[in-house]
């Protein structure tokens, strides 16, 4: 069975300083990744996803993530972050052909002046 | 604008009763989901729908029920028998061409006392 692993759950950064959240997954074949975002309250956003290719991929709201097999990890990273960013946010993982997700925990990211 | 509605935004029940979870969809999407989230937790699936007249268990389906006899509608009824049922409930759905990208509802919090 697949698994996700956000090993951060809470992280503080300052407006316009460089993010990463850190993502491992564990599963046997080529996975399916996600990141997705969460504002209080609400519903889930997706930033980007990751299939084949690539292995670095651009999101919307200025965030990429690099997928590495080695070390099996996709972390999600930002070069400059801005107050609105402030929100959690959720790596996940889905088998080919699979469609069900399984999340990470999540990583509470808080965004200081 | 096409999405999914998830209503009521807070629901309070007395312990003991059942209580049904609306989610609605006007995406055309065949797949639906039903996922609960708890601090800390992430997001764990409990029913989803691939198809109008069939849906499987996820995760932590005991406790709960679904039907789908409409494609545009996934009700969750939380039962009795859920012992922890208190919970922010988020609604997904796909549309099953292979994107695996899921659009979620704005949730559902859910107090049982």
């Known amino acids: 069975a697949q698994s996700v692993t956000q090993p951060d759950i809470h992280i503080t950064v300052s407006e316009g300083a460089s993010l990463e959240l850190r993502c491992n997954y564990s599963?046997?074949?080529?996975?399916?990744l996600f990141w997705y975002v969460q504002s209080p309250g609400q519903g889930l956003q997706l930033l980007l996803k990751y299939f084949s290719g690539d292995t670095l991929v651009q999101g919307i709201k200025g965030f990429e993530a690099e997928f590495k097999r080695s070390q099996s990890s996709f972390n999600l990273r930002k070069p400059s972050v801005h107050w609105s960013d402030a929100a959690e946010y959720f790596c996940?993982?889905?088998?080919?052909?699979?469609?069900?997700?399984?999340f990470g925990t999540g990583t509470r990211l808080t965004i200081i002046p | 604008d096409g999405g999914i509605t998830q209503s009521p935004k807070y629901l309070f029940r007395k312990e003991g009763q059942n209580v049904t979870l609306s989610c609605e969809q006007n995406l055309n999407h065949d797949a639906m989901y039903w996922y609960r989230q708890d601090p800390g937790q992430g997001l764990r699936l409990i029913y989803y729908?691939?198809?109008?007249?069939?849906?499987q268990k996820g995760d932590i389906a005991e406790g709960y029920s679904v039907s789908r006899e409409k494609k545009e509608s996934f009700p969750l009824t939380v039962t009795s028998a859920q012992k922890n049922p208190t919970a922010f409930y988020l609604c997904a759905s796909t549309d099953g061409t292979g994107s695996y990208e899921q659009y979620f509802g704005p949730g559902t919090r859910l107090t049982v006392t």
């Open positions: 996940a993982v889905c088998a080919e052909k699979d469609e069900k997700l399984t």
């Open positions: 729908s691939q198809i109008v007249n069939d849906f």
């Open positions: 599963y046997g074949a080529t996975p399916y």
